[in-house]
């Protein structure tokens, strides 16, 4: 019999973050720190409109680029938020989850051989839907030293004259790492100098805890060679709702909806809904949850610091990146020992590439609670570790 499979998806590497949450699936009692999505419910009345909207029979499929009411109202939110202006009709497109976005940007925009430059450590999806698109992804290891954020030099080294996209992961996942604006204006210069294209991943724009959030939108230049990716899952605590979406320049636009019309037909309509109530009226959940996220990251900070265990001061989304290369152990060997020994699950920092390596995410979208209790194991995890290398010595 032929092979049934495409070499490209049988080569492709499954999900880092899910083969580690399988482990975790088959344990007892273990507290699991390695899933990145809010602890909280989605706020009651963002649910009640999605509950009026199936009381009142709104079952049926909406155009493919979405509800005409929620487009309005995802331009409206990113005018009041980023001072920039999308036409609803032909510029915003809403999508299943903000992965959606990511795969049919990338397809709706790459050429087979054409480069797209990855900063990483980042959000695993990336990397395989460049290559599901045809193209050929770049990656740019970003640096503890600064902070993880991407630099106009590191930029500029990868470029060749293949290149087509740079993926704009921040706030970052899973370093918690942000772009401020001075930073966006000098990466800003090399993309335009290079004629190049900007996907710019904002689904934790929301989640920012040093001044505002900035997009590269803002800055001259940026907004028209710019598809803007946000959604609903972690500023509304709506992740099983599946709802994302894009804007951006309405020729990219009008060709992703072509792929989205033949892949999906259009989002939930239950969520769409919802998410047009999460817009008009969420402003103040949204607050309430990211001042709770800002003192768990404040405490685990605390934690670390109190224990020697080095970490960078992450200013965005809800994960902190502290690095054990002190143990010479490989991330994956730590994780393991940590879950094995301590009964807590964290995501070894490979599994968002290799530059990930000597560091581990540890999610704070959990209450206090447990994370105070992760805390103390792994204290006592990391002494028993150093103890352990003295004796060696």
């Known amino acids: 019999m032929r092979d049934p499979l495409s070499k490209k998806i049988v080569g492709m590497k499954p999900s880092g973050i899910r083969k580690f949450f ?24 963002i649910r009640d409109e999605g509950i009026y909207s199936l009381e009142k029979g709104r079952t049926f499929y909406t155009s493919n680029a979405g509800l005409k009411e929620l487009k309005v109202e995802i331009a409206n939110y990113l005018k009041r938020k980023l001072g920039v202006s999308y036409h609803y009709q032909n510029e915003v497109l809403v999508t299943v989850g903000g992965s959606e976005a990511i795969d049919i940007a990338l397809r709706a925009m790459i050429n087979e051989g054409e480069e797209v430059l990855v900063p990483q450590p980042s959000f695993v ?17 970003l640096k503890a030293e600064n902070e993880f954020r991407l630099t106009a030099q590191e930029l500029r080294d990868a470029i060749t004259d293949k290149t087509k996209v740079l993926v704009l992961p921040f706030p970052n996942n899973p370093t918690g790492a942000i772009m401020e604006r001075k930073d966006l204006e000098e990466i800003a210069e090399v993309i335009i100098e290079n004629d190049i294209f900007v996907i710019s991943d904002e689904i934790y724009s929301e989640l920012t805890y040093k001044d505002e959030h900035v997009s590269i939108v803002c800055i001259p230049g940026m907004q ?95 994960y902190v990146f502290p690095c054990i290369k002190e143990f010479g152990m490989t991330s994956e060997e730590f994780a393991e020992r940590f879950l094995m020994e301590e009964k807590v699950a964290a995501v070894p920092g490979t599994a968002f590439g290799d530059s990930g390596e000597g560091y581990l995410r540890i999610s704070y979208a959990y209450s206090l609670e447990n994370l105070k209790e992760a805390l103390g194991r792994l204290e006592h995890f990391v002494a028993r570790l150093r103890k352990e290398m003295q004796d060696k010595a």
């Open 224 to 318: 028209e060679r710019t598809v803007l990716i946000n959604g609903f899952s972690k500023a509304y605590a709506m992740t099983g709702w599946r709802l994302g979406y894009a804007c951006g320049p309405k020729e990219i636009i009008e060709q992703m909806t072509k792929i989205h019309q033949f892949a999906i037909m259009c989002a939930p309509t239950t969520s769409q809904y919802a998410a047009i109530e999460a817009l008009k009226n969420g402003d103040e959940d949204v607050r309430e949850m990211r001042e709770s996220y800002n003192q768990r990251r404040r405490f685990m900070l605390h934690a670390f610091r109190n224990m020697g265990l080095e970490c960078f001061e992450p200013y965005g989304a809800f």
């Open 125 to 141: 999806s990336y990397e395989p839907c460049a290559l599901m698109a045809g193209g050929v992804p770049v990656i740019i290891d």
């Open 22 to 45: 399988d482990i975790v699936n088959e344990m007892d009692d273990v507290i699991s720190l390695s899933v990145g999505e809010p602890d909280f419910d989605t706020p009651w009345h």
